[in-house]
């Protein structure tokens, strides 16, 4: 009993609600506040302009805004309240075919997540008895510039500084291999939605790995603006190519997913394992605390509703 309350309301708890649940408050606050605001503006554009909304680029629009320039900053806003205990990760100057390697590195596990995530979809898909709709598949009708924006521009801005610069950081007291699983777990699930979480992670975990390697947030930008860039640029600029443009895509997905896998089992492996067993990556009570306090509970909550009501 006495263990119990000391995990609850011990000094070392304490400690530990004094990150974890601000961060579950950030992360409340980055998925509550858009709604609320898409909520407002579509009531507002519904009684003063409702041909507006016939329009499809219009809810996206409004999503856009909401989310990163609302949603993102209060976020952060909240989150920098937290202590930052740890010092910068180290500085370390890259070359283009370094970043390049990078870039094939982290469009390489998504694809190999995708083919994971599809999988899964259509088998709870049989189980369910219906398809479960992919919100991905509407924003291939909206315009390109808009998705090359929001994909490349406002995503990887936003959610570089958030999840591997401010959120990262602050969650290296416990070891960097926690801060890597944690903050790549959040980044997965603020996406709400079951077609983007595998992939997400797996892209969380390069990306956050990059940054406690190269020490550079831009650098980490710039590659989420480039995987990124495959599907919201390249792929309309292959199917305006016809059959060699899909063709040359192709093969640059899957040289990708090969080099991924090739840098990850065998050209950084020993690296790799080097870097697993040097750091920490969270006791039980590390995650028990980060998982079960008042902040996280209500972000859990709130995303368990969001992720309901999209999947009606």
Same mark, same amino acid.
């Given at each position: 009993?006495e263990?119990?309350? =000391?995990?609850f309301?011990?000094?070392?708890?304490?400690r530990?609600? !004094?990150?974890?649940? !601000?961060?579950?408050? $950030?992360?409340?606050?980055?998925?509550?506040?858009?709604?609320?605001?898409?909520?407002?503006?579509?009531?507002? #554009?519904?009684?003063? $302009?409702?041909?507006? &909304?016939?329009?499809?680029?219009?809810?996206?629009?409004?999503?856009?805004?909401?989310?990163?320039l609302?949603?993102?900053? $209060?976020?952060?806003?909240?989150?920098?309240?937290?202590?930052? =205990?740890?010092?910068?990760?180290e500085?370390?100057?890259?070359?283009?075919e370094?970043?390049?390697?990078? /870039?094939?590195?982290?469009?390489? /596990?998504?694809?190999?997540?995708?083919?994971?995530?599809?999988?899964?979809? %259509?088998?709870?898909?049989?189980?369910?008895? =219906?398809? #479960?709709?992919?919100?991905? %598949? $509407?924003?291939? %009708?909206?315009?390109? *510039?808009?998705?090359?924006?929001?994909?490349?521009?406002?995503?990887?801005?936003?959610?570089?500084?958030?999840?591997?610069?401010?959120?990262? !950081?602050?969650l290296?007291? /416990?070891?960097d291999?926690?801060?890597?699983?944690?903050? *790549?777990?959040?980044?997965a699930?603020?996406?709400?939605?079951?077609y983007?979480?595998?992939?997400a992670?797996?892209?969380?975990?390069?990306?956050?790995?990059?940054?406690?390697?190269?020490g550079?947030?831009k650098?980490?930008?710039?590659?989420?603006?480039?995987?990124?860039?495959?599907s919201?640029?390249?792929?309309?600029?292959?199917?305006?190519m016809?059959?060699?443009?899909?063709?040359?895509?192709?093969?640059?997905?899957?040289?990708?997913?090969?080099?991924?896998?090739y /840098?990850?089992?065998f !050209?950084r492996?020993?690296e &790799?394992i %080097?870097?697993?067993?040097?750091?920490?990556?969270?006791?039980?009570?590390?995650?028990g605390?980060?998982?079960?306090?008042?902040?996280?509970? &209500?972000?859990?909550?709130?995303?368990?509703?969001?992720?309901?009501?999209?999947?009606?």
């Open positions: 009993m263990e119990l309350w =000391e995990f309301a011990g000094e070392e708890a304490r530990y609600r !004094r990150t974890f649940s !601000r961060v579950g408050v $950030a992360m409340l606050a980055m998925i509550l506040l858009p709604v609320g605001v898409q909520l407002l503006l579509q009531y507002l #554009i519904l009684s003063q $302009a409702p041909a507006l &909304l016939e329009d499809a680029l219009v809810p996206y629009l409004i999503s856009a805004a909401a989310t990163y609302i949603g993102f900053p $209060a976020a952060m806003l909240v989150l920098r309240t937290a202590p930052l =205990e740890c010092p910068d990760p500085r370390q100057r890259l070359n283009g370094n970043w390049a390697g990078m /870039w094939l590195l982290a469009t390489g /596990w998504l694809y190999l997540a995708n083919i994971v995530t599809l999988s899964l979809m %259509d088998a709870l898909a049989a189980l369910r008895g =219906e398809p #479960i709709s992919n919100p991905l %598949d $509407a924003m291939g %009708d909206l315009p390109v *510039a808009f998705n090359l924006i929001y994909s490349c521009l406002l995503a990887p801005v936003c959610e570089e500084l958030f999840f591997r610069w401010m959120l990262l !950081r602050r290296r007291p /416990w070891g291999g926690f801060a890597l699983c944690a903050s *790549a777990l959040l980044f699930l603020v996406h709400g939605n079951l983007q979480m595998i992939y992670f797996a892209v969380g975990m390069v990306l956050g790995g990059i940054l406690l390697r190269t550079s947030i650098g980490c930008m710039l590659l989420h603006a480039g995987v990124n860039f495959v919201a640029g390249l792929l309309p600029l292959g199917g305006l016809g059959e060699t443009g899909n063709l040359v895509l192709a093969m640059l997905v899957l040289v990708s997913m090969l080099w991924a896998l /840098w990850t089992f !050209r492996r020993a &790799l %080097d870097f697993a067993d040097g750091t920490s990556w969270g006791d039980g009570e590390t995650w605390h980060f998982l079960v306090n008042p902040g996280m509970t &209500l972000f859990v909550l709130a995303l368990i509703w969001i992720m309901w009501l999209t999947m009606r």
